[in-house]
């Protein structure tokens, strides 16, 4: 049976300021459908966001996006991370007509136990093509890259395609 994921850590996005966003995420609520792994709630997160340079598509077509996310723990049967982590990332993207990038760059950083969860450098593009009224495939590779734990300099790529 598959995984649910509850809520997926929806919550409240303030918009303060031009360019400015707050998000404050509750915990969702994992329910595993196996006797193997205990239900319960996800990590508690707050995200803090800023686009210093943004165009339309007669400006320029192009945007720039710097975020800092902090998330706690519940602690409930190990449905989040075991520690407190803070995660910054710069996120840029670019439109060329019906064709656009983006791609992020950030760490996930540990406020204790390194040793536990790593610290993880996370790279990720997307590249998508609109093609027709509906129809907008995309391909998108994520990359991971560890340091600090048993992990320590191994790396993950994915390749996905919608």
């Keep these: 049976m598959p995984m649910w994921n509850y809520d997926n850590g929806e ?3 303030l918009i303060p300021f031009a360019r400015t966003e707050f998000d404050i995420n509750l915990p969702p609520y994992i ?3 196996t006797p193997k792994a205990a239900d319960g709630a996800g990590d508690f997160s707050v995200i803090a966001k800023y686009r210093p340079f943004a165009a339309n598509a007669k400006q320029g077509n192009y945007s720039t996006l710097v975020q800092v996310a902090f ?9 989040g991370t075991a520690v407190s982590t803070i995660t910054p990332t710069v996120v840029l993207g670019e439109g060329f007509g019906n064709f656009d990038v983006q791609s992020a760059l950030g760490a996930v950083l540990p406020t204790s136990s390194v040793q536990q969860i790593d610290r993880t450098m996370q790279l990720n593009t997307t ?12 391909v998108e590779v994520n990359a991971s890259y560890y340091h600090g734990s048993t992990n320590d300099d191994k790396s993950q790529v994915l390749l996905l395609l919608d």
Excluded: D, I
């Design 71 to 79: 998330s706690v723990p519940t602690r409930s049967y190990k449905n």
């Design 31 to 33: 329910q595993h459908n």
């Design 11 to 13: 919550g409240v996005n």
């Design 127 to 138: 590249a998508e093509c609109k093609m027709g009224k509906y129809f907008w495939p995309e």
